[in-house]
RNA sequence: GUGGGCGUAGCUCAGCAGGUUAGAGCACCUGGUUGUGGCCCAGGAGGUCGUGGGUUCAAGUCCCAUCGCUCACCCCA
């Protein structure tokens, strides 16, 4: 007896009663991505381990204890992606893609990896959408982005989400605020979590987005990043929600959004669903000005979301998700023994010929073939024995009706062609 | 890494306080139609009850361990 192997932990088969919704959603996302002028991109599986550490953030958790990393032929550390904005920076900056002028809008469909403990909603290799728009500072940039994220989700049969925004400053309005974030909370350090306790070392904002109720209380009296945000910034928010209003894209302001990504500045978002269960984020986002130039690129603002796929699907209102149902089929049935080489020939000639044919191939008797007809939907069935040999004819049923005529052997591919 | 729930047929599940050959529905196969599907009827196949150990005259049922799944914490899509 063998061993049965199961998928690794954490990773999903997507069988093939679940590809065809997969498929609804991507296309989806290509045709939208195409009308708002987002050019796809493709990026390896793994990058060099570095580019992340330096990208999302060593304190970050993805990098501290969720990367899936290995090293190849015993020295280069690489690591499978756990996100995909680095790795797009990187091709960016790699190929200038800069030098094309304007800004570089990019989209992607692919697959992450973060080691955690899956739930519902999160898996260890898990898929997203996302775009970069990578070359304007300007607030336009920032409402097209977010208004993309909601206008896609919308479009993908989502009704129920909340958009929530912020804006946690450039870095110098951002040290400001964690220097006096950090005098408040080590007012009540003993009331504190131990992981926040050590956050307030390493990245104190991250404390803003806990969920533990009692660091909640703690937390309504702390100041607000808001009131730290120097005149730029705060001009830029004002005239991003004013993008928003007028385009009329609800949301939230939530001044304890910060994100467990250290890229990002001023402008961050999420978009979330009441019907998933705790990890409830359908989609992230926000500004990073500086990731560019921290990446050896020259001095460029940018700003993009990622959105989660099982998540999206499971939060989906179920629709139009027929749309790539199997087209009708023929069915090639061998009514005797000798007839069997006949309808395997038959059978590939029309599907050259374009058909969408299928045939037994099991020896299986006339009743079970055409019960299989039944079974896959089909509309009709050609029926071949020793009688129609003989006459160079096929039994040209209708599966509806359950009418029969026999047409020509030679003349069959024309019968079902227009 | 921590905690809760669950593991019985391909699928969804039942199995009363432990008691003889472990059930249902759906799916599957065969026959009713000696070459013709769907509906109906009759029959059939399919389970070492996750795995290992223990308690007991007797374990799917109780106990322990282990593996797996799942939800939640942490964090994120």
């Known amino acids: 007896m063998s061993k049965i192997f199961q998928s690794v932990k954490g990773t999903k088969d997507i069988l093939p009663d679940e590809t065809p919704r997969w498929r609804v959603l991507e296309q989806t996302v290509h045709d939208f991505m195409n009308r708002w002028g987002y050019k796809e991109i493709r990026t390896p599986v793994f990058e060099q381990t570095d580019l992340f550490v330096r990208s999302v953030g060593k304190d970050s958790d993805v990098v501290s204890k969720q990367m899936y990393t290995f090293l190849d032929h015993g020295k280069t550390s690489l690591t499978l992606k756990p996100e995909l904005t680095a790795p797009v920076i990187r091709a960016y900056i790699q190929y200038n893609i800069a030098l094309s002028g304007g800004v570089t809008k990019l989209y992607y469909i692919d697959s992450l990896f ?13 898929q997203q959408f996302g775009i970069e728009a990578i070359g304007s500072p300007h607030p336009e940039q920032d409402a097209e982005v977010i208004t993309a994220a909601y ?4 479009e993908l049969g989502i009704r129920t989400m909340t958009l929530k925004l912020n804006n946690i400053g450039n870095k110098s309005s951002r040290v400001r605020y964690r220097d006096v974030l950090i005098e ?4 009540h350090l003993d009331r504190l979590s131990k992981t926040s306790q050590e956050r307030i070392k390493t990245n104190p904002l991250r ?5 533990n109720p009692e660091e909640q209380t703690i937390l309504e009296k702390a100041p607000h990043i808001l009131d730290f945000l120097d005149e730029d910034d705060r001009k830029h928010y004002d005239e991003v929600l004013t993008y928003l209003d007028q385009l009329g894209v609800p949301y939230e302001q939530d001044h304890q959004l910060v994100r467990g990504l250290d890229y990002y500045t001023r402008t961050t978002f999420e978009i979330i669903s009441p019907k998933l269960g705790a990890q409830d984020a359908l989609c992230g986002g926000g500004r990073y000005d500086d990731l560019v130039e921290d990446l050896g690129g020259k001095p460029t603002p940018a700003i993009g979301f990622a959105a989660g796929i099982e998540r999206i699907l499971l939060a989906m209102d179920e629709k139009n998700m027929d749309s790539l149902e199997p087209a009708p089929r023929i069915y090639l049935a061998a009514a005797s023994e000798s007839a069997r080489s006949t309808i395997f020939k038959l059978g590939i000639d029309l599907r050259n010929a374009g058909l969408f044919v ?4 099991l020896y299986r008797s006339l009743k079970s073939q055409l019960r299989e007809a039944n079974r896959l939907n089909c509309v009709s069935a050609i029926i071949i024995g020793e009688d129609e040999l003989i006459e160079g004819v096929a039994q040209v049923k209708d599966l509806q009706s359950g009418e029969q005529t026999p047409v020509d052997l030679d003349t069959i591919a024309d019968y079902f062609l227009p």
């Open 114 to 126: 973060r080691q955690e403990r899956p739930q519902k909603g999160r898996l260890r290799q898990f």
């Open 151 to 154: 206008r896609l989700l919308q």
């Open 184 to 187: 408040f909370l080590s007012d």
């Open 207 to 211: 404390i803003l987005d806990t969920k």
């Open 358 to 361: 299928d045939f037994d191939i």
